[in-house]
């Protein structure tokens, strides 16, 4: 069989409610049930929080889901005292430790809070995606995350948001952009409004990005 043909194998990383999980878990039920092939697996979930929603969507699906947050790789008492660069590196060098562990080939960031650095960025290159809830170049970087990025967005004026997925490199927000979905602004918008504007989008461009990714990687020579 070629490679084409096999499900590229993903880790899906998570720090919520995992809604944009759950659209990569659906799709790809729905196809091996309509006897379709689906071009990617969620073969792994990890979790930021051990109290985000997400986990119990993974357990349901049946895939292995585990945690790695600062606490967990460096200790409750060492957590509280180490860096923002010492917290994040514990946690990038704990899911390329999993991700190594699970055979994965790509990485999934869908609301992950942790900002990815150290070899895992070398290791995964060209092979790490996330879902940014604006239109990049707009409005990202250094605490451009959920509520933050639409209340920006409000107060900047826009007449149009919507949802990004690009490639991570070192920097934040920074990577190739892959596929953007737009919506519109409207003038009674509240951050909330927006949000569940851009929400079923941000579904929608989940599933077309890690197809996308997986297209890519499936045609390198």
């Not at 055979?103 to 995964?124: C, K, Q």
């Not at 809830?133 to 509520?147: D, I």
């Amino acid at each position: 069989m070629e490679k084409k043909d096999n499900p590229l194998r993903i880790a899906v990383l998570v720090s919520g409610g995992g809604t944009n999980l759950q659209a990569l878990l659906d799709s790809e039920r729905s196809r091996r049930e309509a006897g379709k092939s689906c071009p990617y697996t969620v073969a792994l979930v990890i979790s930021s929080s051990k109290k985000a929603y997400a986990l119990e969507r993974a357990a349901a699906a049946g895939v292995p889901a585990l945690v790695a947050s600062p606490y967990t790789e460096l200790g409750p008492e060492a957590a509280q005292t180490a860096s923002r660069d010492e917290k994040r590196l514990a946690v990038s060098n704990r899911v390329l430790e999993l991700c190594r562990e699970h055979s994965i080939e790509a990485i999934v960031l869908a609301g992950f809070l942790t900002v990815l650095g150290g070899p895992i960025i070398h290791e995964f290159s060209g092979r790490i995606i996330n879902l940014h809830p604006a239109l990049l170049p707009k409005f990202g970087g250094e605490g451009m995350w959920g509520h933050h990025v639409h209340e920006a967005v409000l107060a900047a004026g826009e007449t149009e948001s919507g949802c990004t997925i690009h490639l991570v490199d070192a920097g934040c927000d920074t990577g190739e952009i892959l596929l953007q979905k737009r919506v519109p602004v409207l003038p009674d918008d509240t951050p909330e409004s927006l949000y569940a504007r851009i929400a079923p989008q941000e579904h929608l461009t989940m599933v077309e990005g890690v197809e996308l990714l997986a297209q890519r990687l499936h045609n390198k020579p």
